[in-house]
């Protein structure tokens, strides 16, 4: 990757930027032939895309802490179909061809501010899919992402107790309690 | 089989044998063994002893590695009990699995089972509702079925006597359609319930939301404690099996309670081929057994018998037990064995948003929510289709409102803090005992221990259609003059089988022509047969049945210690 970040900032140097980025993705390393089904590598990808779907604030630590690119190669891996798995394989290509395309980078090295973009524009298009899509049809592989952060981040230890409030033995049952704006949900 | 074993035979010899150690198995030998009556209890599948055996009763969410969701194998190997809503990562081990005990399915039928001690009442929805006195009615003033030989008097005490022991929540409503029973305080409705329940009872005169029934132990008596079980703390994780032991379950009361008194054997790993008839003696003498594990048959003998292994499971029992006296099966003399098997239709739902109460919130997991007794053709027949259907009604705040277009901490903000109250109300409609809808025995096919497959040939008809139509009507109207919004009604195309309230094919009467039962449950023909669980139903009501299971056995159970003391069985 270095070396390839050095040709293309030397292209930007000289003005290239309107340089068909196309031909830098050839040498691209998300498109290179996958040993195995989902690498160690998509897991740090995938942790950077939970933790910019659902970044560390001043409240709760974000998704990355809550482990969620393991959590998705282990929900994809045993709980999707064939033909949801490669729709969410492709998507892994997909976005960092975006991602290069728009910021001429792989997604991981990008900036904060970069991948916030990349991901707010996957999410635009990802709705504007999802309202065409028919039914029978595979979600759009953000959708997938999407729906994944938040199922694996929400249901995780950090996602239920820092995040949400979790109470493992309510004792008790109350069905009237004020709530304040702020207040956090109940974890389940 | 047919040895000489003296000893062995005294050594299989009890008083009684009841088969099946599920919800009316576990009340037939509690009220056997409580009249000091032995008692042989028949399991097919294997133990799971109360607290030791639940094995996922105190984990986290995240404790499950599918975060309690089912891997995409399970699904695929199983695709009939992966449909049932209560088999998920946490509970999977209590279901029988799709290729374990396979069925013919003529029609589809989800039939949903749990082969352990306890049976499915390890993980039972609770509801604990009396039928009322129109349920019993019914078959008689519409004219379907056979009329059923007992009134809602007959069992009124048997009621309380069952809600004492198994601990039923719920409010003294004071209403003819939803009669009141021996209750411990009931959970509270939450403040949209509660403003839901005020709308639609002022706006109806005959529709009433009240608190539903549940076997939760919210205070319990000093029967409940010398149970061994305590108080529920609101997880609502039922479904895992209680190590509070504050649901009823028979491995939580019925058949520890009976183990105490030393008159219990239990026989795990036990299915049972037949019932053994002896045409000299005019009476059932036992009961023929294949270990599941050693596949050895061993013969036990009683002089009464109980058979509880659920609806479906008894019809097979009878029809598999034949002999030169019965050759269409145990008690068949009227060939109705088998015949009008009902359920009930779960299919309607109907989901609404409701604004405000936004300063409100609640504390705690429910496992509980509110009900609509049936209003429709109560007091006489006011509609095109006959008897009607209970409502469940629920509204709650899940975390975060609609979430496209966010993302970052936006999202994680919206989606951390809880979201708009929405409103459910879901459907339990009653269904019309009809001769088609039947079981019988697969002429070809046999499971692993030789014996026939069930076929199951059960079907929805006109009559649940117009119901079905007549609750999103009645459903949609009540949640709008309650100030609903977006009211949407939704049809999950569920298979009968999936609401796990099978009813019937045993049924009671009073003419042996057209029944199998008498009024306390034996079998017309062979009246040492008891037979207490679902498959005894004349008709099927539309509140949920298990409650009015255990009371029947109950009472069957006394009759038949009576009997006995008498010498008469």
Not at chain 2, 507 to 518: A, C, F, Q, V
Request: net charge positive.
């Amino acid at each position: 990757m270095k070396r390839r970040k050095a040709v293309s900032t030397l292209l930007m140097g000289i003005g290239g930027a309107i340089l068909a980025p196309s031909i830098f993705l050839t040498g691209c390393k998300s498109e290179k032939k996958r040993s195995e089904f989902l690498t160690d590598e998509d897991i740090a990808l995938l942790d950077e895309i939970g933790e910019t779907i659902l970044p560390a604030t001043s409240t709760s630590p974000g998704a990355k802490a809550a482990k969620i690119g393991a959590f998705m190669r282990l929900y994809v891996t045993d709980c999707y179909n064939k033909k949801d798995q490669q729709v969410f394989i492709d998507g892994i290509t997909k976005l960092n061809v975006l991602s290069n395309e728009k910021h001429n980078d792989d997604f991981v090295e990008l900036t904060s501010s970069q991948k916030q973009q990349v991901i707010k524009l996957l999410d635009k298009e990802a709705g504007e899919y999802a309202k065409t899509k028919k039914k029978g049809e595979q979600d759009h592989y953000f959708s997938m992402m999407k729906n994944l952060t938040l199922f694996g981040y929400f249901s995780s230890e950090i996602g239920s107790t820092k995040a949400r409030r979790y109470v493992s033995v309510p004792g008790r049952y109350d069905g009237n309690v004020p709530y304040r704006k702020g207040d956090k949900a109940w974890a389940s | 089989m047919g040895y000489l074993n003296i000893k062995g035979v005294a050594e299989n010899t009890f008083d009684a044998i009841v088969i099946g150690s599920g919800m009316t198995g576990g009340w037939a030998a509690k009220e056997l063994c409580d009249h000091g009556i032995k008692t042989l209890v028949l399991e097919r599948g294997k133990n799971i002893e109360h607290l030791k055996d639940y094995t996922t009763a105190t984990l986290d969410p995240w404790d499950f590695p599918h975060r309690n969701r089912l891997p995409l194998q399970v699904k695929e190997d199983n695709p009939i009990i992966s449909r049932c809503s209560a088999f998920k990562e946490d509970s999977m081990h209590f279901f029988v699995k799709d290729k374990e005990h396979p069925y013919v399915q003529e029609k589809p039928f989800d039939w949903i089972r749990g082969y352990q001690v306890g049976g499915k009442s390890l993980m039972w929805g609770r509801g604990s509702h009396r039928w009322n006195k129109f349920d019993f009615e019914g078959p008689a003033r519409d004219g379907f079925a056979v009329d059923w030989p007992i009134r809602y008097d007959d069992l009124a005490p048997w009621y309380s006597h069952v809600e004492k022991f198994v601990g039923v929540c719920g409010n003294k409503d004071g209403l003819e359609t939803f009669p009141d029973g021996e209750y411990l305080p009931p959970w509270e409705l939450n403040v949209v319930e509660k403003t839901l329940q005020k709308r639609i009872m002022s706006s109806y005169k005959d529709r009433y939301v009240v608190n539903a029934r549940c076997a939760h132990l919210t205070e319990p008596t000093e029967l409940h404690l010398k149970q061994g079980r305590g108080k529920c703390q609101a997880r609502n994780l039922c479904v895992r099996g209680c190590p509070y032991g504050a649901y009823f379950s028979a491995n939580s009361s019925t058949l520890p309670w009976a183990a105490k008194t030393g008159n219990l054997t239990l026989r795990p790993y036990s299915v049972v081929h037949s019932i053994i008839y002896d045409s000299k003696k005019g009476k059932a003498t036992g009961v023929r057994v294949i270990d599941s594990q050693t596949k050895q048959v061993t013969e036990y003998f009683s002089k009464v018998i109980f058979l509880n292994t659920a609806t479906l499971n008894s019809n097979l029992t009878l029809l598999n037990s034949t002999s030169d006296r019965f050759p269409e099966g145990l008690g068949n003399d009227s060939g109705v064995l088998g015949k009008y098997i009902g359920f009930h239709i779960y299919r309607g739902s109907i989901s609404a948003d409701i604004d405000g109460f936004l300063d409100a919130y609640y504390y705690g997991r429910r496992p509980a929510s509110t009900l609509i007794p049936n209003f429709r053709n109560v007091y006489k027949q006011e509609t095109d289709f006959l008897r009607g259907y209970v409502s469940f009604l629920q509204a709650g705040r899940p975390a975060g409102n609609d979430n496209s277009g966010l993302i970052g901490a936006e999202l994680k903000d919206q989606m951390t803090e809880p979201g708009d109250w929405k409103v459910n109300l879901s459907m339990q409609g009653e269904t019309i005992p009809k001769e088609t809808n039947h079981v019988r025995l697969s002429k070809d096919e046999k499971d692993e221990w030789g014996i026939p497959l069930l076929n199951i040939s059960v079907d929805y008809d006109d009559n649940d259609e117009k119901k079905i139509k007549d609750f999103y009507t009645q459903g949609s109207e009540m949640l709008e003059k309650a100030g609903c919004k977006n009211i949407q009604t939704r049809d999950n195309n569920w298979a009968p089988g999936l609401d796990i309230h099978e009813m019937g094919g045993v049924r009671m009467g009073k003419d042996p022509k057209t029944s199998m039962l008498n009024k306390w449950n034996q079998i017309h023909s062979c009246q040492n047969v008891f037979v207490t669980d679902g498959s005894c139903m004349t008709s099927y009501g539309s509140q949920s049945p298990s409650l009015t299971f255990m009371t029947i056995t109950a009472r069957a159970a006394n009759y038949a210690v009576e009997q006995l003391k008498k010498g008469n069985l």
